[in-house]
């Protein structure tokens, strides 16, 4: 009977040892997934369905950023999870310092366009800017045609249409009210106070 040479036979006994471990590992790493597909599915479903009272027509948009990114911080803790639940805990923070970093560059490099989303939210969320207000920024005047994360759509009194970065609006605008709307609106209550007073101090002379 042909015998095995030792090195064959410890290397055979090695394998045999690190798959008894990672068996119950890589069924505990399946196990979890399933349950964390489920629990995302859930999250997500519930923040989506919050989000969406909030942000409704043309604000649906920041809804859907909210969502995305809650997604992202979900599933990065879910790939982190696993690794460590598979014994591969120094990876998983190798790999988080990793990202951590690639996040920053690509935040430096892509300022501009997460400024202009930022002011997007902003306008998106400001009652006093909406599609058909007529607006003035950066020396332009007209309405408003669309309010995206990125740019908003502006009809001047001309017939043309421009389009300006979101991150050039939201520091410096006005809203321009016609006259007629303006008078016709009620005083306010100092307003209204004063000209009371002013009666008051007339009826007395």
Request: glycine share 8%; hydrophobic share 50%.
């Given at each position: ?14 394998f045999v040892e690190g798959l ?186």
């Open positions: 009977m042909t015998t095995l040479p030792p090195l064959l036979t410890r290397s055979l006994a090695n008894a471990v990672a068996i119950p590992r890589l069924l505990s790493g399946v196990i979890f997934l399933a349950l964390a597909y489920a629990t995302v599915r859930i999250v997500l479903s519930l923040v989506r369905t919050s989000i969406g009272r909030l942000y409704v027509d043309d604000r649906e948009l920041v809804g859907d950023l909210l969502v995305a990114l809650v997604a992202i911080f979900l599933w990065f803790g879910v790939a982190l999870t696993f690794l460590k639940i598979l014994g591969m805990g120094d990876i998983a923070a190798s790999l988080g310092t990793a990202v951590g970093f690639i996040a920053l560059g690509v935040s430096y490099a892509l300022s501009e366009m997460i400024e202009d989303t930022v002011a997007g939210v902003y306008l998106l969320r400001d009652p006093d800017f909406n599609p058909g207000y007529r607006v003035e920024a950066k020396g332009v005047t007209g309405t408003v045609a669309a309010i995206e994360l990125r740019k908003t759509r502006i009809d001047t009194d001309t017939g043309d249409r421009v389009v300006m970065a979101n991150r050039e609006i939201e520091p410096r605008w006005t809203h321009d009210v016609p006259e007629a709307a303006a008078e016709d609106a009620p005083p306010s209550p100092v307003d209204a106070e004063t000209a009371a007073d002013v009666d008051e101090s007339a009826g007395a002379e």
